[in-house]
């Protein structure tokens, strides 16, 4: 029969249970703290005894639906007309904004669920903004190898900075690794 428990008890998993149904999100310290027991009690609670798994928050942009048809088509536009040989002669470029506000820690933010389903219900995705003001950059990739960064600091880009500054670099480092036989898609 062994020894009965002392920490692991149905007090301690009623009173984790019911953090977990009221609160979002949680640390599993935190609760540990809380409850004046081991971490690994903690963690052998909600996943042995309330069944449940750590799940990362998932990112993902704020697309419209107009975006999302627009990318299906330009996807299907691609397979349709272009030989994988031609697709190695493409120059791929973005821009990303980077900020200090939505500094998020994935490694620490867990959701506790008994499913990815359940965790995403209980506030498993973070949404993010598409254009925050803070610093852009540009960034071209082929097969070949990446092109030289492009740091934009004032923030956004209108056509005649792009112009002047990214078609340039775009130009150069498309010629040096393609010649002059390579296409530049820019961002959809």
């Known amino acids: 029969m062994g020894r009965p428990r002392t920490v692991r008890t149905a007090a301690n998993i009623r009173k984790v249970k019911q953090r977990h149904d009221r609160l979002r999100f949680f640390l599993c310290r935190k609760i540990a703290r809380d409850l004046r027991i081991s971490l690994r009690s903690?963690?052998?609670i909600l996943k042995d005894d309330l069944k449940l798994k750590s799940y990362k928050k998932n990112t993902q942009p704020k697309n419209s639906e107009a975006q999302k048809a627009k990318r299906f088509k330009f996807a299907n536009w691609i397979r349709t007309n272009f030989r994988k040989e031609d697709t190695l002669r493409f120059l791929f470029s973005d821009e990303k904004m980077f900020d200090i506000d939505g500094v998020h820690n994935s490694q620490n933010e867990r959701i506790w669920a008994p499913s990815r389903?359940?965790?995403?219900v209980k506030g498993g995705i973070r949404l993010v903004q598409k254009f925050p003001k803070k610093v852009m950059v540009w960034l071209g990739a082929c097969s070949k190898g990446v092109s030289p960064l492009v740091i934009f600091e004032n923030g956004t880009v209108d056509h005649e900075q792009?112009?002047?500054e990214v078609l340039p670099v775009a130009l150069k480092f498309?010629?040096?690794?393609?010649?002059?036989?390579?296409?530049?898609?820019?961002?959809?």
């Not at 498309?174 to 959809?188: A, C, E, L, P, V």
């Open 162 to 164: 792009y112009i002047q």
């Open 42 to 44: 903690a963690q052998r």
């Open 117 to 120: 389903a359940d965790a995403d």
């Open 174 to 188: 498309g010629n040096d690794m393609f010649s002059d036989n390579w296409t530049f898609q820019q961002d959809g």
